[in-house]
């Protein structure tokens, strides 16, 4: 197996200059009170297509041949890493189908449009979105951009880590914890290496909705494991059955564990990013703060650092969750 190093996260990141935003490093002391320690908030929802999902996308995508551009790209997502690959692709000159659930946001459907992206609606209970985009790739003749499990995509993510670890110092910030919302992994993977490289004291968690554990599951068992049945998710970004392979490569034996939120948790983060950040964060993107928030961080005196992975969100979803 191939597994990324962070010789391959400073790659991404020079690749990424002038295309990726170095999103802000921001601290508020409402939250700093509230929680009892410093807490630095990395605004990945301000990253270009509103998610990091922008960083791995590119980094893949931007290597591709002359002829593999004219043959477009495809991938699968519930809405990030869909944005993300329409912004890529269209930055290239590539086309992009990306194979979508139909529950999805619609906010996220029309952000791939407005990217000039095709997309191919599925039913997520029913059918499989890895089967749709390999025999639509296979038909084509285009790359298939995974969302998460890419040497690539991996690297590109860490992008965040690095920048975050070279803010906090800025800052005068020892990060004594990062939290980071985990789906199959990608972007916790990423930024564990940076942290590892630039940050070693660091420990790294992953954040899940708490009827979407498989991360956390996977880490106690030492094995990649699914979660159990549960209801949907208003953290559609979070919804992966299962640890990607390489990511779980990375993490299994690195990270410091898995945290959890729940739905009250996360709206309650949705609310607080709103009325005390003034950012629009969507509830995956929110799982760090709500973690943070809901007390599940280890004790400590050092600071902790949250990723804010991302802020597309259903506007009426949005709407009922800052009003409480």
Same mark, same amino acid.
């Given at each position: 197996?191939?597994?990324?190093?962070?010789?391959?996260?400073?790659?991404?990141?020079?690749?990424?200059?002038?295309?990726?935003?170095?999103?802000?490093?921001?601290?508020?002391?409402?939250?700093?009170?509230?929680?009892?320690?410093?807490?630095?908030?990395?605004?990945?929802?301000?990253?270009?297509?509103?998610? !990091?999902?922008?960083?791995?996308?590119?980094?893949?995508?931007?290597?591709?041949?002359?002829?593999?551009?004219?043959?477009?790209?495809?991938?699968?997502?519930?809405?990030?890493?869909?944005?993300?690959?329409?912004?890529?692709?269209?930055?290239?000159?590539?086309?992009?189908?990306?194979?979508?659930?139909?529950?999805?946001?619609?906010?996220?459907?029309?952000?791939?449009?407005?990217?000039?992206?095709?997309?191919?609606?599925?039913?997520?209970?029913?059918?499989?979105?890895?089967?749709?985009?390999?025999?639509?790739?296979? /038909?084509?003749?285009?790359?298939?951009?995974?969302?998460?499990?890419?040497?690539?995509?991996?690297?590109?993510?860490?992008?965040?880590?690095?920048? !975050?670890?070279? /803010?906090? /110092?800025?800052?005068?910030?020892?990060?004594?914890?990062?939290?980071?919302?985990?789906?199959?992994?990608?972007?916790?993977?990423?930024?564990?290496?940076?942290?590892?490289?630039?940050?070693?004291?660091?420990?790294?968690?992953?954040?899940?909705?708490?009827?979407?554990?498989?991360?956390?599951?996977?880490?106690?068992?030492?094995?990649?494991?699914?979660?159990?049945?549960? /209801?949907?998710?208003?953290?559609?970004?979070?919804?992966?059955?299962?640890?990607?392979?390489?990511?779980?490569?990375?993490?299994?034996?690195?990270?410091?564990?898995?945290?959890?939120?729940?739905?009250?948790?996360?709206?309650?983060?949705?609310?607080?990013?709103?009325?005390?950040?003034?950012?629009?964060?969507?509830?995956?993107?929110?799982?760090?703060?709500?973690?943070?928030?809901?007390?599940?961080?280890?004790?400590?005196?050092?600071?902790?650092?949250?990723?804010?992975?991302?802020?597309?969100?259903?506007?009426?979803?949005?709407?009922?969750?800052?009003?409480?």
């Amino acid at each position: 197996m191939n597994v990324p190093a962070f010789a391959d996260v400073e790659d991404a990141a020079a690749r990424l200059a002038g295309r990726a935003v170095v999103t802000p490093v921001l601290e508020n002391a409402t939250l700093n009170e509230r929680v009892g320690r410093r807490v630095l908030l990395k605004a990945e929802c301000l990253q270009v297509s509103g998610s !990091f999902k922008f960083r791995g996308a590119y980094n893949r995508i931007s290597r591709l041949s002359e002829d593999e551009r004219r043959r477009g790209v495809v991938a699968y997502s519930s809405g990030n890493h869909a944005q993300g690959v329409a912004a890529a692709a269209k930055l290239v000159g590539a086309p992009a189908l990306i194979v979508m659930p139909s529950d999805a946001p619609a906010v996220k459907v029309e952000g791939v449009r407005a990217f000039g992206g095709e997309v191919r609606l599925y039913d997520r209970w029913t059918e499989s979105r890895e089967a749709i985009g390999a025999e639509i790739a296979a /038909q084509r003749g285009s790359v298939l951009v995974p969302p998460f499990d890419d040497v690539f995509v991996i690297a590109g993510q860490g992008t965040t880590g690095l920048e !975050f670890a070279r /803010q906090a /110092q800025a800052a005068g910030a020892g990060l004594e914890a990062v939290l980071v919302p985990a789906s199959g992994g990608g972007l916790v993977a990423g930024v564990n290496l940076a942290m590892q490289a630039l940050s070693p004291a660091t420990r790294v968690f992953c954040v899940e909705p708490h009827e979407f554990n498989d991360y956390q599951l996977s880490l106690a068992a030492g094995e990649r494991v699914t979660h159990g049945p549960g /209801q949907p998710s208003m953290c559609d970004a979070l919804m992966s059955p299962m640890p990607g392979e390489i990511t779980f490569a990375v993490n299994r034996d690195t990270l410091a564990g898995g945290l959890t939120a729940t739905e009250a948790e996360v709206s309650e983060a949705v609310r607080f990013a709103f009325r005390h950040l003034k950012l629009v964060v969507e509830p995956g993107g929110a799982a760090g703060l709500a973690a943070l928030l809901a007390g599940r961080v280890p004790a400590g005196a050092g600071a902790v650092g949250v990723v804010l992975s991302g802020g597309n969100v259903d506007p009426a979803l949005y709407a009922r969750l800052i009003q409480g």
